[in-house]
């Protein structure tokens, strides 16, 4: 993922994600390069759009999933050589079935070997296709049978990885700023997700759109994409109305305790995902979260307890990042709290091959997986064939160096320069992201 500036949906957007650091990119205010410590130069996240009114949100829109859920699915680890893995297809491989399907005229095995594979320099056990198969989920309805093309069949867990593959490169909008290596948890980027974003993105996207929201549920250095299926907001009593901010008489407070549900992605690849209910398994793992909500003018709750009327969610900005809200999680910092990012996918954006673009220094993104075809020809029912190809025996899948072994996250340190809990003023327009 070199040199790709992301700005807007009509962007790509690559996240290094259960994935590893590309090289390094050149900063925008110095000609150096420098180590990815942030692998989305310029990019802060962007403002929510929709429904501000806390009244309105929590009244309504206090519960929600996403339909149709995400899939429960795999990971596809470098250590075992990402979709050229034949772990799952009798020692053949996604990526070498579809290479065969298409006669030979791609490379996508030998790519992923080489790119998303166990002999990748440096490659550590988290790394993988999560934010691929994030996206793939949320955009593509689940594989349920296998299909034929070209005299090749691609079972549901071929074709779950073709989508993870393609799924690498995505359009979305993106709220919160990555948390890298070390440093970052002395700035900003560790408590954003901030609260208030966090908020309006569960009920404007989940709530009112049904809209998938994906998630880095590791708040620290490490990337652990997950599609989030549902949330469930507890609805606020006086108690927990805590009125003005005595120093920000205009900020007023209120404790919110919600629960998010996520699908989860050690799943064998094959497998179906059955119906969500707001529990954990197999498929589904969860998280309760606590936290302040700024609201720009006070609750006011009726004699039956409800939300009668409130003020608008208050986002702004804090120097580079976003403001809004507190994280009530106790002392200290912690691998797995709050989300390190959220973000919204649109489409799938096709990658050009070398071929196509000899000059293109991209490896983050399979190339020779192209959407358009898997489109056409795999995701069809029982498939269409491509007569344009003379299809070619399989090659069988080469055998990983290393084993697919996951590490847990730890707790992180506990940063020593919390940012401040100020709300900042609005800024101007033309500073917004």
Known sequence: MKNINIFALS??????????????????????????????PRFHGNEVHGEKNFAVLINNYSEGRVEPTPWAGYWWPYTSNGIANGSYGGGLSPAGKYDAARGGATNSQGWEVGNHGARVRGVQGWWGHCNGWCAASALFPEPTDSVFVNRIQFGIADIKALLTEAGMAASADFYGTRVDYG????????????????????????????????????????????PLAGFRIEYPTPANYLGADPAAPNVYRILVNSAIWWMNDEVPPGVITPPFNFEDNQFVSSRVLSMEVWLDAPVVFGPDGKIKSAGNVIVTRQGDYFAGGAWRMGDGAFAEAWPDYMWVPYSVVKVPTPEEDPDLDEDYANPYIDIDWLRKHVLVPNGMDDPSVDPRPVDPAPIPSASPTRPSP????????TPSMMPQPEPSSSVRS
């Open 183 to 226: 440093s970052d948890y002395e700035t900003p980027k560790y408590t954003d997700t901030v609260p208030d974003q966090y908020f309006l993105v569960l009920t404007n996207y989940i709530g009112k759109l049904h809209q998938a929201v994906l998630i880095d549920r590791y708040t620290g250095d490490q990337v652990w994409n997950q």
């Open 410 to 417: 730890t707790n992180t340190p506990s940063p020593t320069n």
């Open 11 to 40: 962007f790509a957007l690559t996240l290094v994600a259960c994935g590893a650091p590309s090289s390094p990119i050149p900063n925008d205010s110095s000609s150096e390069e420098t180590p990815i410590a942030n692998p989305y």
